[in-house]
């Protein structure tokens, strides 16, 4: 089955203990991404990756890293978390990059709170 | 940069009441793609739109892209309680930038 995995799915933390949110996806894709989901806010891209070693940043990449060592995984980290990155995370992926018509495929989420 | 406005921000109708969503981008786009959102779920692909005044169907969904490549439309026929949720809108620029940007979305209530 296609999809895209996320862990952990719930996180409770504390300000300033560095963390990683792994996202992986079992379809071999070239492109994936990052999104922050804020009430009003939308859904906002952190980073994205067309392929390994290959990253850039999206709208919103201040206080998060990302690396793309493996095609299927691409994890989230977070060095020195603060309250204001409490937020919904969600991970996805696509064939290629946005030029082509694929589907983007989004992970169940990650639902971080910072205290 | 590059901003897509979606409006409404909320929508409540009838069962069996048409539903349109807007999006509209300060830039013109290279694609635009559409997401549906149920509450406590993640994103689901609906469509990309590609051509300067595309218009895609899906069953009760019809989707247009304008002919400047700078707004879009999503409208539901004869809306059904499984239409529930939050609808968005997300455009590329196209070019080296892989960015996506995603509108605020509609979140569509349905009383039956």
């Known amino acids: 089955e296609a999809q895209v995995t996320q862990n952990p799915r719930y996180l409770i933390t504390v300000t300033g203990k560095k963390l990683t949110v792994t996202c992986s996806q079992n379809m071999n894709h070239e492109y994936m991404s990052w999104y922050r989901q804020d009430p009003g806010l939308g859904l906002r891209q952190i980073y994205y990756s067309m392929n390994v070693e290959v990253t850039d940043k999206g709208d919103v990449p201040e206080g998060y890293k990302v690396s793309r060592k493996e095609k299927r995984n691409f994890p989230l980290i977070l060095e020195s978390p603060s309250p204001n990155q409490t937020s919904l995370y969600f991970c996805?992926?696509?064939?290629?990059?946005?030029?082509?018509?694929?589907?983007?495929?989004f992970g169940p989420g990650t639902r971080l709170t910072v205290l | 940069g590059q901003q897509v406005m979606q409006i409404p921000q909320y929508q409540h109708v009838q069962e069996g009441e048409d539903f349109t969503t807007y999006c509209n981008s300060s830039t013109t786009l290279s694609n635009i793609q559409w997401y549906k959102q149920r509450p406590g779920g993640h994103p689901v692909f609906l469509i990309q739109l590609v051509k300067s005044g595309e218009v895609k169907k899906q069953k009760r969904l019809t989707f247009q892209f304008g002919e400047a490549k700078k707004n879009s439309s999503l409208h539901i026929t004869a809306t059904q309680t499984t239409d529930v949720g939050t609808y968005f809108c997300a455009g590329w620029s196209g070019g080296s930038n892989y960015k996506l940007t995603f509108g605020k979305g509609t979140l569509l209530t349905v009383n039956p």
């Open positions: 996805a992926s696509r064939r290629q990059g946005l030029g082509s018509t694929d589907t983007q495929y």
